[in-house]
């Protein structure tokens, strides 16, 4: 069975810092591009950042200075690195996963998230003081 599943979202104060993980199991996520995204409560989904299989990354202008995506394939394994975290950070993040380029991923994906092959089910972030 091929799945994803996210973990290291939890609850953090303004200012710090967190690092997400995406991990697949049941195919190679190095065929796939990657990407993140989250859904803010009362929201719809937006796309973060993306990277392709072979490390190529698009940010999303928004959250450009402060995320960071990466992966290692040799482990299977995704990442968001969010740094300086704001309230308006505090969403549900998911990985997903596709054999798409990146920049329509990570835009289109939000929107259609059907046309992306893989979906993991979510971490939830807090941002509170």
């Known amino acids: 069975q091929s799945q994803l599943v996210e973990s290291g979202g939890g609850l953090v104060q303004p200012g710090e810092s967190l690092r997400l993980s995406c991990a697949a199991s049941?195919?190679?996520?190095?065929?796939?591009?990657v990407g993140w995204f989250r859904q803010r409560p009362g929201q719809g989904r937006e796309g973060i950042a993306c990277?392709?299989?072979?490390?190529?990354?698009y940010n999303v202008d928004a959250t450009e200075d402060r995320f960071t995506i990466s992966r290692d394939n040799a482990k299977n394994m995704a990442y968001l690195q969010m740094n300086n975290l704001r309230p308006e950070d505090t969403a549900v993040y998911y990985c997903a996963a596709a054999d798409t380029t990146i920049r329509p991923m990570c835009h289109i994906g939000a929107r259609e998230p059907e046309l992306l092959e893989h979906w993991g089910q979510g971490t939830l972030v807090t941002v509170s003081s």
């Open positions: 990277i392709t299989k072979n490390g190529g990354v």
């Open positions: 049941g195919f190679s996520l190095g065929g796939y591009a």
